[in-house]
């Protein structure tokens, strides 16, 4: 149901004394001459579900192509014409509301020759002097081309926000690609000279090549398509470790308060994920205040059991255009210091894992971040066994990547940790490779690739391999394995770009648990 905003005051007019005095002093040729020429369709109903109509002006016809007669004929007519996808609501708000209440509504209507018409109403309840509805007065008004410009207008305000997007990511990305670029020239240059003490230059491209997956990760936060490992943690536990790393990123002249209650505030999160959107929502509030200040960060409850994290800074505050772009991606007033992707990403982190973020600003006084999070009802699991970060038994795994550079570069870090791979390049060539295998540990497996998707060949090896634990890696969410589900909570998981050691250790996390 949806109300506008702004309401034009059929109630006041219909119902004042000034027009009934002007009713009486006006023939009844002139008052019906000024209803029919209004730009709306008016109405006079009986109170109650079903009753009759009594009047309805001709504009009917003008508007929907039927005849008053119609309406007249039929207590149900807008039900009638009513779009198919607004009924439902309709008859709800009706049943909420009750019949002789006054109702402000938006809805479309189909024209006789199937033109949709969204119509604002508004209806009003005429009642005796004990209170007892006489009748209903109510009316249409055509806001069809209103609502497509304010479409157009949201449509156009997207695609500026995409361009900005699109033109961020392609300064970012044309930096590192030149800095990836310049390293590798430098490497090969030293290697074709015959100096083998090219480490230093490989280093630094691979360290450039890691600020690139910074950068993706970041996007993908952004647009809420990365893939989340929610664990139950209690929110106060995560301020406290984060606390001294905060305080370093703040600096000398900047305090820092925390107010964490008594009470554990437990939240089903990405723990990783709301580290970083504490640090970037931190170091922005830190921003604010070049000559110094105060962030305070509070865990609390909302009066509806939200889980809540604020952070409120004392710098400069924002104006109302400001506020109004502040999550937007690469939207910075940092200059060429600010990427403008810290609170877009933080946004996408939060919308992602269920919750909303609402700013609190005023110029000259600060601002407030706070960001509410579903309440987990659980306390958080304590793990049975830990893994030993020397623990690396060799392992026969079943790599699946369709992407042959990827398929290269993973089967090199998995041999490098001492394993056995068959590299498969799609998942009809995984169950093919199943023969004259005796054993397979661990599936390591892309979610999305032609033919079979990773979760379909994996459902078909285990019926050959029950006992075979399966990791997956994915770039991106976007799929029909993640919509659908094929991907349940708590299944393993790594996300690309990933290093050699970052995929041995989840590696051997899969292995022992």
């Known amino acids: 149901m949806r109300e506008p905003a702004a309401r034009w005051h059929f109630a006041a007019m219909v119902t004042s004394p000034h027009v009934e005095a002007a009713h009486g002093e006006c023939s009844s040729s002139i008052f019906r001459e000024l209803i029919e020429n209004l730009p709306m369709v008016t109405y006079v109903d009986r109170p109650g579900v079903g009753a009759p109509t009594l009047y309805v002006s001709p504009q009917l016809e003008e508007m929907l192509g039927y005849p008053g007669e119609c309406w007249l004929a039929d207590p149900y007519f807008l039900f009638s014409v009513l779009h198919a996808d607004d009924r439902e609501w309709m008859l709800e708000a009706r049943r909420s509301r009750g019949d002789d209440e006054d109702s402000v509504l938006t809805f479309r209507v189909v024209a006789k020759d199937g033109r949709v018409i969204t119509v604002q109403s508004e209806r009003v309840v005429v009642r005796d002097e004990d209170g007892v509805p006489k009748h209903v007065l109510g009316y249409w008004v055509d806001i069809s081309e209103r609502v497509q410009f304010e479409q157009e207008l949201r449509q156009a305000q997207r695609l500026e926000a995409v361009g900005r997007l699109a033109g961020g990511i392609a300064h970012d990305f044309n930096n590192l690609l030149l800095g990836i670029r310049g390293y590798g020239e430098l490497a090969l240059a030293r290697l074709e000279r015959g100096d083998v003490d090219a480490a230093s230059d490989i280093?630094?491209?691979?360290?450039?090549v890691g600020r690139a997956g910074d950068l993706?990760?970041?996007?993908?936060?952004?647009?809420?398509?990365?893939?989340?490992?929610?664990?139950?943690?209690?929110?106060?536990?995560?301020?406290t470790e984060m606390a001294k790393l905060l305080c370093r990123l703040l600096g000398e002249k900047i305090d820092l308060e925390c107010t964490l209650g008594d009470s554990p505030v437990y939240v089903d999160v990405d723990r990783s994920q709301l580290e970083q959107v504490l640090v970037n929502l931190v170091v922005n509030a830190g921003d604010a205040m070049p000559d110094g200040g105060r962030v305070a960060i509070e865990v609390a409850r909302s009066s509806s059991g939200e889980a809540v994290l604020r952070v409120t800074d004392t710098g400069a505050g924002m104006d109302e255009d400001t506020a109004a772009q502040v999550f937007d991606p690469f939207f910075t007033t940092k200059g060429l210091e600010g990427t403008g992707l810290g609170l877009a990403t933080a946004y996408g982190v939060i919308e992602q894992s269920g919750g909303r973020v609402v700013l609190d600003t005023q110029v000259g006084v600060g601002s407030t971040f706070a960001v509410y999070l579903p309440a987990a009802q659980r306390a958080p699991e304590i793990s049975a066994s830990a893994v030993r970060a020397d623990d690396n038994p060799a392992a026969t795994i079943l790599l699946v990547e369709d992407e042959e550079i990827v398929r290269t570069g993973v089967t090199a870090m998995l041999e490098r940790g001492g394993h056995r791979v068959i590299a498969?390049?799609?998942?009809?060539?995984?169950?093919?490779?199943?023969?004259?295998?005796?054993?397979?540990?661990?599936?390591?497996?892309?979610v999305v690739m032609p033919g079979l998707n990773g979760p379909q060949m994996v459902e078909r090896m285990r019926q050959v391999f029950p006992a075979a634990k399966v990791l997956y890696m994915s770039g991106y969410t976007d799929d029909v394995a993640l919509r659908t589900g094929a991907l349940a909570p708590g299944t393993a998981f790594i996300q690309k770009p990933f290093s050699g050691d970052e995929l041995l250790g989840r590696v051997r996390e899969v292995l022992a648990a």
């Open 203 to 208: 280093r630094d491209l691979l360290a450039v």
């Open 424 to 446: 498969c390049a799609d998942g009809l060539a995984a169950l093919d490779a199943e023969e004259g295998v005796a054993a397979i540990d661990l599936i390591l497996s892309d």
């Open 216 to 239: 993706t990760r970041q996007l993908l936060a952004f647009a809420r398509r990365q893939v989340l490992e929610p664990e139950v943690v209690d929110l106060r536990e995560v301020v």
